[in-house]
């Protein structure tokens, strides 16, 4: 499903996968929209700190400030999609500009 510039999570070494998820755990504050949620990171950008990552809520692309704290509201931040039809449509976009 992922072409450049993503690429799969699965295909990253365990311990960046979880340098990843500490880093957006870390950067969500309370206010965020994503805070508290349970969210599975599935994708990274690779030239961009975006990462994707899927919830009850949707997919969601993030964008990661590594600031290595919790940031304000509104970052990181993120770009909602609710079906997987509209994050393919973003996907295939992505691709083209690369």
């Given amino acids: 499903m992922f072409t450049e510039p993503w690429s799969d999570i699965t295909e990253y070494p365990e311990g960046h ?3 990843l998820e500490k880093e957006l755990v870390t950067e969500l504050s ?3 929209v994503l ?3 349970s969210s599975r990171i599935i994708a990274k950008r690779e030239d961009r700190d975006d ?3 899927q919830n009850k809520l949707g997919y969601f692309i ?3 400030t590594w600031s290595g704290k919790s940031e304000n509201d509104t970052f990181p931040t993120s770009e909602q999609f609710e079906t ?3 994050l393919k449509i ?3 976009s992505d691709s083209e500009t690369f």
């Fill in 17 to 19: 996968r979880a340098a």
């Fill in 62 to 64: 993030v964008h990661l």
């Fill in 84 to 86: 997987l039809e509209e």
């Fill in 35 to 37: 805070f508290g949620l």
């Fill in 30 to 32: 309370k206010g965020h």
């Fill in 51 to 53: 990462i994707l990552i």
């Fill in 90 to 92: 973003k996907l295939a």
